[in-house]
C-alpha cells in the first residue's frame, strides 16, 4: 500500500510554528534565569492540568496535519495513481467513525435515526417507524439491552484507559524520578483523562456517541476534525496580529510626534469601517480570485486550504488594532519611566530600548490580548461562516457546525447534539487556553514571586 | 481625661503576618500626638484600624479603642458611619487622589455636611464657603465651584482639611498630610492645622517619618518600629534626649551642617518585613546596643521618668546610667581622610545661559501659541570634585535642567561645555555624565536582573573589550556601592530601596563618568537609609573625584554635602555662593523664606517668613522679577529684572534689594 505525502500551506505554517517553539524551548533550557519562570509555570497544577488538556486538543490537531493520498488499487500506464481524497493520520486513526455515515440525524447512542421512515415491515406492509441505524448499535439484536451494553462498554474502555494511566505513571515515574508528575492535581486530571478517553474509544466504536448530522456523518468526529481547523484560526491569525499590533503600538508610543500621528490615523480608519464588511469584502475578492486561478490547485483540499489560509490573514489584517491601541497606551505610560531615561542618557539605540526594555514589560498585556483574541477569533470564524464568507463549505470547523445546527434549532423535537458538542469542545478549548496564559502571566511577573526567591 | 485613647491594638495580615502589635496611646482634647517611624511599620495601618477601614486581607484581632467613652470596636457599621467623618476625621498623604475629580470642591463638601448635620441647599453652601476661607483659601465663593484640577496642590490639602472640618470632629487623623508638597506649601499647612486645632480645640493624631514636622507640630510623640510603639515621651524630653537606641539612631541619621565633614550614622539594614521578627527586640539586628538579652527577650514597656520606651537597656537602674551618653560606635574615620584628589578650582562643566523652552501648540495646525520657560537662561559651573546644589521648589525647572545636561531634552539655546567641550547638538561625551534618579522603584527595569542593567550602559557605549572584562567590571562596581556580588543575578525587585538606589548609582558609574547628576536620589528613601546613600555618594566622591549636580528640595541634604548652592525660582537661578554663604545669610528673599520654611528639629525661635499663595505656572510667568508678586519687599522697579549682584566672590543674587 503507497502513499504520497501532501503538504498543504496551512501545514508548512503550523511545521514552521512549532520549529519555531522547538528553537525557542531549547534556548531557553540553556539560560537557567529563562528557566526559572517555566519551572514556575510547572509548579502550578492549574498550569498543569490546563497543559495537559491543551496538548491533547494540540494532539489531535498535529495528526491531523499530516497529510497523504491513498494509492489506487489501478494504475494507468504502469504509473501510480493517487486518490483525489487528502487524508490524515488522524483520518486513518479514527476510521470507523469516518466511515461510518448514516442516512441522516440520530441522536447520541441512539440505535434509529431521528426522523420516521416509511418502510416494509416482516410481513412486506408498509409502516411509518424510526428505522435502525446502519452502524450505530448494529451489534444489538435486542433493542432494549442497550443501556447495559453502554454501561458495559464505557466499564470496560475506562477500566482499560485507567490501566493505561496507572502504567504510564508507574513508567515515568520511574525514568524522570517524580519531576513534575507528583502534583496529585495533575495525577487525577490524567487519570481522568485517561479514563475518559477509553470510555469514548471503546464506545465510539460501535455508537454515535455524540449522534449524526443531517448527512448522517458522525458528530464527534466533526468535532475532533474542528479542532485542527480552530486552532489554525487562532495561531496563524496571531501571527499576522502579533508582528502588527506589537511594532506598531510599541513604535507608536515611544516615538510620538508624526510616526504616532500616521499609525493612530491608520488603525483609527480600519477600525471604523465595519469590520464584517470588510472582512466580507476582503473573502469574497479572494474567493473570486481562487475560482479565477482553478488550475493553481490541483486539489480540492488545496483549494479548501488555500482558503482558509487566506482567512486567517485577512481577520489578521483587521484585528490587530484593539491590541495595537493598548500597546500605545502602555508604551506612553513605560516611555517617561526613568528606566528608559537612564538607557537614553548612556546613548541606547532606539530599536535596543525597545526590545529590551519596553516590550518585556508589555509581554503580561500581549499574553493576555492573544489568548482573549484566540477565543474571539474561534467565534469570529463561526460567525463568518454563518454568513458565508468563513472557510470553505467542505472544511469542517466549528463554525460549519454551528452554522448547520442552527437551521435546526427551531425544530420540533430539537436537533442539540451538535451544536452542544460545538460548544463543550470551544468551551474546554478556550477556557484550558485562558487557565494556562492565566499561569505563565503570574510565573513571568517579577513581583508576583518575591516572596518565593527572597527564599 | 483623655478624649481618645487606644489599648493594645493589634492588627494582622489574614495569613498571620503581626502588622501592628499591641499599640496603646490616648490623646487628649486640644493635643497633637504624632506617631513618628519609617516607611513599613505599621503607621498608616494603625490609622486605618482606628477608623476601621482596613484593606481586604487585614484584620483586627485585639485591643479596645475609646473615643469620648465609646468603644469603636464594638460599635455597628451603621454607627461606625456616623463616628467617620462626624467624630474622627482623616487626611491623606496625596491630595490629587483623596479629591474626586469629577466633583466640584463645593460639592464634596456638601456630601459630608449633608451626611453628619442634615445641612442642605444654601444653608449648606453658604457653610463651604465659611470652612474654604477659614482654611485659608482665598476667593472661597469662586473655589467653591471649582473643581479639584483647577487647584495646586497645597490649595487641595486645604479643601481636605476643610472636607475634614466639615464633620467637626473631636478627633483628626493627619496620615503624612504634607508629605507630598513643597516646604513652602508644607509650612502654610502645618501652620493652618496649628490654628485650627487651636480655634475648635480638636485633639489631632499626626503620622509622620519627618522629625521636623514632629518638632513643629506635636505636643508628645510615639515613635513606631516595626508595628511596636518603641518610644513614647513628650516633644521637648524626646528632642532633649531620646532614649531609644532607635530614637537616637533617627536624630543622628539626620544630615546637617555640622556633620559635613564626617559620615553619617546610618542605620544599617533596613526595616525588617513584616512578621520576619518573632523573638526578642525587632531593632535587635540594627541596634549597636544589642547584647544577647536582646536577641532573646522580647522587652517590656519600661516608664522611666514619666515617659515610656521599649528597650532592654532602660529595665535596671544601673544600664541607665550607661545608655544615657551613646557613643556613635558605627562612626566611621573616613570624614577625616583628605581627598586624594586635589580639587582643582577650572570648571568640570560650564553652563552658560541655557534655556529648554517647550512649545504649546493649539489649534488644527498645530500653531506654537507661547512656550513653557522651564529653563530660562541658567548658567552654572561645576569644578572636579565639587558638589553643586540646586535647590527649588517642584515646578521650578530643576530637573529639566538636569535632563537638558545630559540632552535628553533639547536646549533651546546657550551652550553646555564639558571639560572646555561644547555638548549642546551633538551625542558625544555621553559617559562623562550620568544621572541618578528620583525613584529607585522606577528607574529599574523589572524585568532585566542587576548584571543586564550594569552591562547595558557599557555595552552601548563600548565600554570594555569582551564580556568576561564587563562582568570584572561589574564585581568591582557593586563591592563599590556596597552589594554582594552574588547579587548581580538577582532583580531589581529582590531589593529594598535603599539596595536598589546603590545599583542605579552602580548602574551610573559602570561608564566611569566624572560627573553625576543626583535627581532627589534621597526623596524616596527613609531617614535611615537616606544617611547610608547620603554617606555612599560621600565616598565615592572622595575615592573617585567624582563631581556632583545635587537636584534636591531637602535643605538638610543641601548643607550636609553641597560646597555650593544654586537656588531656582521659576526657571532662573535666583541666588548661588558657596553653601555657607547661602544658608547661613541668604539674601533673596525667596531663599529666605524657603530657609525658614523648613521644619528644624532644634525649631523654636527662627523667624518664620511666611510665602503667599503658590509658584505660578512657567508658561506665563510674571513680569520682570519673578518672584515679585509673593515677595515681601517687593518696589516698582522689579517689573524688570534684576542683573546679579555680587554679596562676595563666590555670592551672587538676582534681586533689587542688593543693585546699587
Redesign the interface.
Known amino acids: 500500500m503507497s502513499f504520497q505525502l501532501v503538504f498543504l500551506w496551512s501545514d508548512k505554517l503550523i511545521f514552521l510554528l512549532l520549529a519555531a517553539a522547538g528553537v525557542a524551548a531549547w534556548y531557553v533550557r540553556r539560560h537557567e534565569?529563562l528557566l526559572l519562570p517555566w519551572r514556575r509555570v510547572a509548579r502550578s497544577s492549574v498550569a498543569m492540568v490546563s497543559l495537559l488538556v491543551l496538548s491533547l486538543f494540540l494532539a489531535v490537531g498535529l495528526l491531523d496535519t499530516l497529510h497523504f493520498r491513498m494509492a489506487l488499487p489501478q494504475t494507468s500506464g504502469g504509473e501510480k495513481v493517487y486518490s483525489p481524497e487528502v487524508l490524515s493520520v488522524f483520518d486513518k486513526l479514527v476510521d470507523p467513525l469516518r466511515t461510518h455515515t448514516e442516512k441522516t440525524y440520530s441522536e447520541p447512542f441512539a440505535l434509529t435515526l431521528y426522523a420516521k421512515e416509511s418502510m416494509p415491515d416482516a410481513q412486506g406492509n408498509v409502516v411509518r417507524d424510526y428505522p435502525r441505524l446502519q452502524y450505530g448499535g448494529a451489534h444489538l439484536t435486542d433493542v432494549s439491552q442497550r443501556d447495559a451494553d453502554v454501561l458495559k462498554r464505557a466499564l470496560v474502555g475506562g477500566g482499560l484507559g485507567l490501566l493505561v494511566g496507572l502504567l504510564s505513571f508507574y513508567l515515568s515515574h520511574r525514568t524522570l524520578h517524580c519531576a513534575s508528575g507528583c502534583d496529585r492535581a495533575v495525577s487525577s486530571a490524567t487519570l481522568i483523562l485517561t479514563t475518559l478517553i477509553g470510555a469514548v474509544v471503546s464506545l465510539a466504536t460501535v455508537y454515535h456517541v455524540l449522534g449524526t448530522d443531517k448527512v448522517g456523518q458522525d458528530v464527534l468526529y466533526l468535532s475532533l476534525k474542528s479542532i485542527r481547523t480552530g486552532l489554525i484560526i487562532g495561531t496563524v491569525t496571531t501571527l499576522v496580529t502579533l508582528p502588527l499590533a506589537l511594532f506598531l503600538g510599541v513604535a507608536a508610543g515611544y516615538f510620538r510626534g508624526w510616526v504616532d500621528d500616521v499609525i493612530q490615523y491608520i488603525y483609527t480608519v480600519l477600525s471604523s469601517i465595519p469590520s464584517v464588511l470588510l472582512i466580507a469584502a476582503m473573502v469574497l475578492m479572494m474567493q473570486m480570485f481562487i475560482d479565477q486561478h482553478a488550475d493553481w490547485f490541483d486539489l480540492e483540499a488545496k483549494r479548501a486550504d488555500a482558503r482558509l489560509v487566506c482567512l486567517c490573514l485577512i481577520l489578521g489584517i483587521t484585528s490587530w488594532t484593539s491590541l495595537c491601541r493598548l500597546l500605545r497606551g502602555e508604551t506612553l505610560k513605560l516611555r517617561e519611566?526613568?528606566?528608559i531615561?537612564?538607557?537614553?542618557?548612556?546613548?541606547?539605540?532606539s530599536l535596543?530600548i525597545l526590545t529590551?526594555?519596553i516590550m518585556?514589560?508589555v509581554m503580561h498585556i500581549v499574553l493576555i490580548a492573544l489568548v482573549m483574541d484566540f477565543s474571539a477569533l474561534v467565534l469570529a470564524e463561526a460567525v463568518l461562516s454563518y454568513i458565508g464568507v468563513g472557510v470553505d463549505p467542505s472544511m469542517i470547523s466549528f463554525g460549519t457546525m454551528i452554522n448547520a445546527a442552527r437551521l435546526e434549532m427551531g425544530r420540533e423535537p430539537m436537533v442539540w447534539w451538535a451544536l452542544a458538542a460545538a460548544f463543550g469542545f470551544m468551551l474546554v478549548l478556550v477556557l484550558a487556553a485562558n487557565l494556562f496564559a492565566d499561569a505563565v502571566r503570574d510565573a513571568f511577573d517579577?513581583?508576583l514571586n518575591?516572596t518565593e526567591?527572597?527564599t | 481625661m483623655s478624649l481618645f485613647k487606644v489599648d493594645k491594638l493589634v492588627t494582622r495580615l489574614r495569613n498571620g503576618a503581626t502588622i501592628v502589635d499591641g499599640i496603646s496611646f490616648d490623646i487628649a482634647a486640644g493635643e497633637t500626638f504624632a506617631l513618628l517611624g519609617e516607611s513599613g511599620c505599621g503607621k498608616s495601618m494603625t490609622a486605618l484600624s482606628l477608623m476601621r477601614l482596613l484593606p481586604d486581607g487585614v484584620v483586627n484581632t485585639g485591643g479596645a479603642v475609646q473615643m469620648d467613652g465609646a468603644a469603636l470596636f464594638d460599635l455597628p457599621e451603621h454607627d461606625m458611619r456616623e463616628v467617620r467623618g462626624g467624630t474622627m476625621a482623616m487626611i491623606f498623604q496625596e491630595p490629587g487622589l483623596s479629591l474626586n475629580p469629577v466633583m466640584t470642591v463645593g460639592a464634596q463638601i456638601a456630601e459630608v455636611l449633608a451626611l453628619h448635620h442634615g445641612i442642605k441647599g444654601a444653608a449648606a453652601n453658604a457653610r463651604c464657603i465659611e470652612l474654604l476661607t477659614q482654611v485659608g483659601i482665598p476667593d472661597a465663593a469662586r473655589r467653591v465651584d471649582e473643581y479639584p484640577f483647577q487647584l495646586s496642590g497645597g490649595m487641595k490639602q486645604r479643601v481636605m482639611i476643610a472636607m475634614a472640618l466639615a464633620g467637626s470632629p473631636k478627633l483628626l487623623i493627619a496620615d503624612e498630610p504634607t508629605t507630598a508638597l513643597d516646604v513652602t506649601i508644607q509650612a502654610q499647612v502645618l501652620q493652618l492645622l496649628r490654628e485650627t486645632q487651636d480655634t475648635t480645640g480638636m485633639a489631632m493624631l499626626l503620622i509622620t517619618h519627618d522629625l521636623g514636622v514632629v518638632a513643629e507640630n506635636a505636643h508628645r510623640v510615639g515613635v513606631m518600629y516595626a508595628g511596636q510603639i518603641v518610644e513614647q515621651s513628650t516633644r521637648e524630653q524626646l528632642f532633649a534626649k531620646p532614649l531609644h537606641p532607635y530614637t537616637q539612631k533617627l536624630f543622628a541619621a539626620l544630615p546637617d551642617a555640622r556633620r559635613s565633614g564626617q559620615p553619617l550614622s546610618a542605620i544599617l539594614g533596613s526595616v525588617p518585613p513584616l512578621g520576619s521578627i518573632t523573638q526578642g527586640c525587632r531593632f535587635a539586628p540594627r541596634c549597636d546596643k544589642a547584647w544577647a538579652l536582646c536577641r532573646e527577650q522580647t522587652p517590656e514597656w519600661t516608664v522611666v521618668d514619666g515617659r515610656g520606651v521599649r528597650c532592654h537597656l532602660y529595665q535596671s537602674a544601673e544600664e541607665r546610667v550607661l545608655s544615657a551618653e551613646s557613643p556613635r560606635a558605627s562612626d566611621r574615620t573616613l570624614g577625616t581622610q583628605h581627598s586624594v584628589f586635589s580639587t582643582t578650582h577650572s570648571a568640570l562643566l560650564q553652563v552658560s545661559d541655557l534655556q529648554v523652552h517647550f512649545p504649546i501648540r493649539k489649534g488644527i495646525l498645530q500653531r506654537v501659541i507661547g512656550n513653557v520657560k522651564a529653563v530660562d537662561g541658567v548658567s552654572l559651573s561645576i569644578p572636579q570634585g565639587r558638589t553643586l546644589a540646586l535647590v527649588g521648589e517642584s515646578g521650578c525647572g530643576k530637573t529639566t535642567l538636569g535632563k537638558a545636561l545630559l540632552r535628553l531634552l533639547p536646549a533651546t539655546a546657550g551652550s553646555v561645555q564639558f571639560a572646555g567641550k561644547e555638548l549642546i547638538g551633538t551625542d558625544a561625551a555621553r559617559s562623562t555624565m550620568q544621572m541618578v534618579f528620583q525613584d529607585p522603584y522606577a528607574s529599574l527595569n523589572p524585568k532585566m536582573r542587576v548584571a543586564e542593567i550594569l552591562e547595558e550602559g557599557m555595552s552601548a557605549l563600548g565600554i570594555g573589550d569582551d564580556s568576561a572584562a564587563r562582568q570584572t567590571h561589574i564585581d568591582g562596581l557593586l563591592d563599590k556601592v556596597g552589594l554582594a556580588r552574588e547579587s548581580k543575578w538577582r532583580y531589581p525587585h529582590e531589593f529594598s530601596g535603599g539596595q536598589r538606589q546603590r545599583i542605579a548609582i552602580a548602574r551610573a558609574l559602570a561608564v566611569s563618568p566624572q560627573l553625576l547628576i543626583c535627581d532627589e536620589p534621597t526623596s524616596a528613601l527613609d531617614v535611615s537609609v537616606q544617611a547610608q546613600i547620603l554617606n555612599l555618594l560621600k565616598e565615592l566622591q572622595q575615592e573617585l573625584g567624582l563631581s556632583y549636580l545635587f537636584i534636591t528640595h531637602n535643605l538638610a541634604v543641601v548643607e550636609y554635602l553641597a560646597h555650593e548652592v544654586c537656588v531656582m525660582y521659576l526657571g532662573r537661578v535666583v541666588e548661588r555662593g558657596t553653601t555657607e554663604e547661602v544658608m547661613r545669610s541668604p539674601k533673596h528673599p525667596y531663599t529666605q523664606a524657603l530657609l525658614s520654611a523648613v521644619p528644624r528639629i532644634d525649631g523654636a525661635g527662627r523667624e518664620y517668613v511666611k510665602l503667599e499663595g503658590d509658584l505660578p505656572s512657567p508658561a506665563n510667568p510674571p513680569a520682570g522679577c519673578h518672584f515679585a508678586p509673593r515677595c515681601a519687599h517687593a518696589m516698582t522697579v522689579c517689573s524688570h529684572y534684576p542683573d546679579a549682584s555680587r554679596i562676595s566672590t563666590t555670592h551672587q543674587v538676582h534681586c533689587h534689594l542688593y543693585n546699587k
Open positions: 534565569h519611566m526613568e528606566y531615561q537612564a538607557a537614553q542618557s548612556f546613548g541606547v539605540s535596543r529590551r526594555h518585556p514589560n517579577p513581583r518575591r526567591n527572597a
